[in-house]
């Protein structure tokens, strides 16, 4: 008696047939059920990943909403300024403007070192006086700029930089 082959529509699986012997038709249920059960696993896979895909949309919506709401208004002040009238210009920033200078110059001392640097930030001087130690380290830090003045000290020890202290004040 000859095998009848009959096959799904969408996966081409052999599917069984009533004039099939028995022993063919067991094979053929046994690898559709497998077939069935990794599709329905691929089906629960892949409502999962939407499931979790619509969490974190819903995630990532709330956090717009967050930062949607959030305005200068609850910054209370900045270099004295408030809310709305928060500018961050180089003024508002601390010392050391971002954008860089138009110009500099730097000055050297008898020991080759670079003691003075002078920088034009928004058509206003920056100078920063730097000061060594006996062993020749980096001891001082000055800068003044917009009428205020940055000092940054520096401590040593055995030769290592070990810690930095800076203070700012208006001049």
Same mark, same amino acid.
């Given at each position: 008696?000859?095998?009848?082959?009959?096959?799904?529509?969408?996966?081409?699986?052999?599917?069984?047939?009533?004039?099939?012997?028995?022993?063919?038709?067991?094979?053929?249920?046994?690898?559709?059920?497998?077939?069935?059960?990794?599709?329905?696993?691929?089906?629960?896979?892949?409502?999962?990943?939407?499931?979790?895909?619509?969490?974190?949309?819903?995630?990532?919506?709330?956090?717009?909403?967050?930062?949607?709401?959030?305005?200068?208004?609850?910054v209370q002040s900045v270099n004295g300024?408030?809310?709305?009238?928060?500018?961050?210009?180089?003024?508002?920033?601390?010392?050391?403007?971002?954008?860089?200078?138009?110009?500099?110059?730097?000055?050297?001392?008898?020991?080759?070192?670079? #003691?003075?640097?002078?920088?034009?930030?928004?058509?206003?001087?920056?100078?920063?006086?730097? #000061?060594?130690?006996?062993?020749?380290?980096?001891?001082?830090?000055?800068?003044?700029?917009?009428?205020?003045?940055?000092?940054?000290?520096?401590?040593?020890?055995?030769?290592?930089?070990? #810690?930095?202290?800076?203070?700012?004040?208006?001049?």
């Amino acid at each position: 008696m000859a095998i009848q082959d009959d096959i799904t529509d969408y996966f081409g699986l052999e599917l069984p047939y009533a004039g099939n012997p028995l022993e063919v038709d067991v094979e053929r249920l046994r690898a559709l059920g497998r077939a069935v059960d990794n599709a329905l696993n691929d089906l629960r896979e892949l409502i999962d990943t939407k499931a979790e895909a619509q969490a974190v949309d819903g995630a990532l919506d709330a956090l717009q909403k967050a930062i949607n709401d959030m305005g200068a208004a609850r910054v209370q002040s900045v270099n004295g300024k408030a809310g709305v009238n928060i500018t961050l210009a180089r003024a508002d920033l601390k010392l050391g403007p971002a954008n860089g200078p138009s110009t500099t110059s730097i000055a050297y001392d008898t020991s080759g070192r670079v #003691s003075v640097v002078t920088e034009m930030l928004d058509a206003k001087q920056a100078v920063t006086v730097i #000061s060594y130690d006996a062993a020749g380290n980096v001891k001082t830090v000055v800068t003044t700029y917009d009428g205020r003045k940055r000092t940054e000290t520096m401590t040593y020890n055995n030769g290592r930089l070990e #810690s930095t202290t800076a203070t700012e004040e208006g001049v």
